[in-house]
């Protein structure tokens, strides 16, 4: 599921801006861009979001908010190296018996002179200034996905609904074709026995509908289809945290169950109306597996 979060940081007086975007992913792909002042804090930031987030490729940034106009500057000036180069600068002027012209803005172009400044914290309080910031984006994040997630929801109860009425219809037909397939073997073994001459062996042919009717019997794989819906459906309407932790995961698997039974009955029904309802089911199920993608 998608969701964006953005929430506003303070370190060691210097303004940052925390940014997370979440798209779908099977897994958790997690990125996370720091400054490099900040870059002790990545670890933390890690786990914040681990704990919180199961699936999904997330991006996290941390921006420096330069526009701020209050806090510390954001330029430092190493003084040191600014009348080293002041007075190689007059050096170079004497040697040569030329003007010195060199300004502040010549030796402030030298390299080092000025250089970005940078939080004058220890990391313990990176971590804990940062981390603040990163849970209030975390939830504006997670409050989306949650919003999303209850329309998937609902979307995700329909197709598992509609699966189980495809299953039903399965179900009410499978006995059905003991029978047809009994008086149409009579039939044809009747007509053959009349062109023949011979006469009609009734133990042979209920031999032959016994083996049809193991060879096409669905039932297991019918009562497992029906199991597994409704332990999506369960999944989608427990309550209890713990529990929903991987529900996506595991809907993934009972996708993959539901196809697999699925694919089971259509290699074993030989009628047309049931091969036209199996074809129903599977295109219904990856409907669902598509969409189970997006669930954490």
Same mark, same amino acid.
């Given at each position: 599921?998608?969701?964006?979060?953005?929430?506003?940081?303070?370190?060691?007086?210097?303004?940052?801006?925390?940014?997370?975007?979440?798209?779908?992913?099977?897994?958790?792909?997690?990125?996370?861009?720091?400054?490099?002042?900040?870059?002790?804090?990545?670890?933390?930031?890690?786990?914040?979001?681990?704990?919180?987030?199961?699936?999904?490729?997330?991006?996290?940034?941390?921006?420096?908010?330069?526009?701020?106009?209050?806090?510390?500057?954001?330029?430092?000036?190493?003084?040191?190296?600014?009348?080293?180069?002041?007075?190689?600068?007059?050096?170079?002027?004497?040697?040569?018996?030329?003007?010195?012209?060199?300004?502040?803005?010549?030796?402030?172009?030298? @390299?080092?002179?000025?250089?970005?400044?940078?939080?004058?914290?220890?990391?313990?309080?990176?971590?804990?200034?940062?981390?603040?910031?990163?849970?209030?984006?975390?939830?504006?994040?997670?409050?989306?996905?949650?919003?999303?997630?209850?329309?998937?929801?609902?979307?995700?109860?329909?197709?598992?609904?509609?699966?189980?009425?495809?299953?039903?219809?399965?179900?009410?037909?499978? @006995?059905?074709?003991?029978?047809?397939?009994?008086?149409?073997?009579?039939?044809?073994?009747?007509?053959?026995?009349?062109?023949?001459?011979?006469?009609?062996?009734?133990?042979?042919?209920?031999?032959?509908?016994?083996?049809?009717?193991?060879?096409?019997?669905?039932?297991?794989?019918?009562?497992?289809?029906?199991?597994?819906?409704?332990?999506?459906?369960?999944?989608?309407?427990?309550?209890?945290?713990?529990?929903?932790?991987?529900?996506?995961?595991?809907?993934?698997?009972?996708?993959?169950?539901?196809?697999?039974?699925?694919?089971?009955?259509?290699?074993?029904?030989?009628?047309?109306?049931?091969?036209?309802?199996?074809?129903?089911?599977?295109?219904?199920?990856?409907?669902?597996?598509?969409?189970?993608?997006?669930?954490?």
């Amino acid at each position: 599921m998608t969701g964006f979060g953005r929430a506003a940081a303070t370190v060691g007086g210097f303004a940052y801006a925390v940014e997370i975007r979440a798209v779908n992913h099977r897994y958790l792909d997690l990125r996370i861009r720091l400054p490099r002042e900040l870059a002790s804090a990545e670890a933390a930031l890690r786990a914040r979001v681990g704990a919180r987030l199961r699936r999904g490729r997330i991006e996290v940034g941390v921006y420096e908010q330069t526009g701020e106009a209050t806090g510390p500057s954001r330029v430092a000036v190493d003084l040191g190296l600014a009348r080293a180069v002041r007075e190689a600068h007059r050096a170079i002027a004497e040697s040569l018996e030329i003007l010195d012209i060199s300004d502040s803005a010549t030796i402030a172009a030298h @390299p080092g002179v000025l250089v970005p400044a940078v939080p004058a914290v220890g990391d313990d309080q990176i971590e804990r200034e940062l981390g603040e910031a990163m849970d209030r984006a975390l939830q504006a994040a997670v409050d989306m996905r949650l919003h999303e997630g209850a329309a998937l929801a609902s979307e995700l109860v329909r197709l598992l609904d509609r699966i189980l009425e495809l299953q039903g219809r399965l179900a009410a037909r499978a @006995p059905e074709l003991s029978a047809a397939y009994q008086a149409r073997l009579e039939r044809r073994i009747r007509d053959l026995a009349a062109d023949a001459g011979l006469e009609l062996e009734s133990g042979r042919i209920l031999h032959e509908v016994a083996l049809f009717a193991e060879k096409s019997d669905v039932a297991e794989e019918l009562a497992r289809l029906s199991a597994h819906v409704g332990q999506a459906r369960s999944l989608l309407t427990e309550s209890s945290k713990d529990e929903r932790e991987a529900v996506g995961r595991q809907l993934d698997f009972l996708c993959q169950e539901m196809a697999r039974e699925a694919n089971t009955v259509g290699s074993k029904v030989q009628d047309l109306e049931m091969s036209r309802v199996v074809l129903d089911l599977k295109a219904e199920l990856e409907r669902l597996r598509e969409q189970v993608q997006n669930v954490e």
